[in-house]
């Protein structure tokens, strides 16, 4: 079954938390992307990659990091540093270029209580 | 910076009714254009993209859109929408030529078709 994977579904963390958000896809595509989806603001880009152990921030990378050890897999790990951490978090995949379809997981809601 | 807009935050139709989705952006070069739709519960999936060619490039389901360069636009639009279209649409764009590549998204817009 080809596609993204992201998981959990839903998470909560406490204030103060590191957490991983996991994304994991066997489409073989080179470039990976994080958005971070807020109500009325459409999808910013936080982090993205277009080949295994290179990445480059997006609008709003301040409190998250990635890595790209593995074509299939771009983890993103929300800090305690990002300030308003409670949103819907997307990965997807793409061909190489930006203009290129780009194809997304189901999305992970993180709720910071 | 680049930037898009959509005119509508949310739309209520009733089914039969015709649509148009409006969408604006700002760049004055070449640009990568698209419709993305997330149905309740679903992945966001490609509707409809523009590179090049004919400015009326048709999509998934009976939905459309055409690049207006004149006017910086992209509007989506579907004669005749069913319940079914009941989703958030969110345009996109790809400004070509800039320091940083990448798509940049419209803030969305929910519709809400009645039966």
């Known amino acids: 079954d080809g596609g993204i994977t992201q998981s959990p579904k839903y998470l909560f963390r406490k204030e103060g938390q590191n957490v991983t958000l996991s994304c994991e896809q066997n489409l073989n595509h080179d470039a990976m992307y994080w958005y971070r989806q807020d109500p009325g603001q459409g999808l910013r880009l936080i982090y993205y990659s277009q080949i295994v152990n290179d990445f480059q921030k997006g609008d709003i990378a301040e409190g998250y990091s990635v890595s790209r050890e593995k074509k299939e897999s771009f983890p993103l790990t929300v800090t305690s540093a990002q300030k308003n951490p409670t949103a819907f978090y997307l990965c997807a995949t793409g061909l190489g270029a930006s203009y290129n379809e780009q194809f997304f997981g189901p999305g992970t809601r993180l709720t910071v209580l | 910076a680049q930037s898009v807009s959509q005119h509508n935050h949310h739309v209520i139709l009733s089914e039969a009714a015709s649509l148009e989705l409006g969408c604006n952006y700002s760049y004055g070069g070449t640009v990568n254009l698209f419709w993305y739709v997330q149905y309740p519960g679903q992945h966001l999936q490609l509707l409809l993209k523009?590179?090049?060619?004919?400015?009326l490039v048709k999509g998934i389901k009976g939905f459309e859109a055409e690049f207006i360069k004149s006017k910086f636009s992209f509007n989506l639009r579907k004669p005749s929408v069913q319940w079914s279209d009941t989703a958030e649409y969110f345009c996109?764009?790809?400004?070509?030529?800039?320091?940083?590549?990448?798509?940049?998204f419209g803030p969305g817009t929910s519709l809400s078709v009645i039966p």
């Open positions: 523009y590179f090049s060619g004919d400015p």
């Open positions: 996109a764009v790809n400004a070509l030529g800039t320091s940083y590549d990448k798509v940049i």
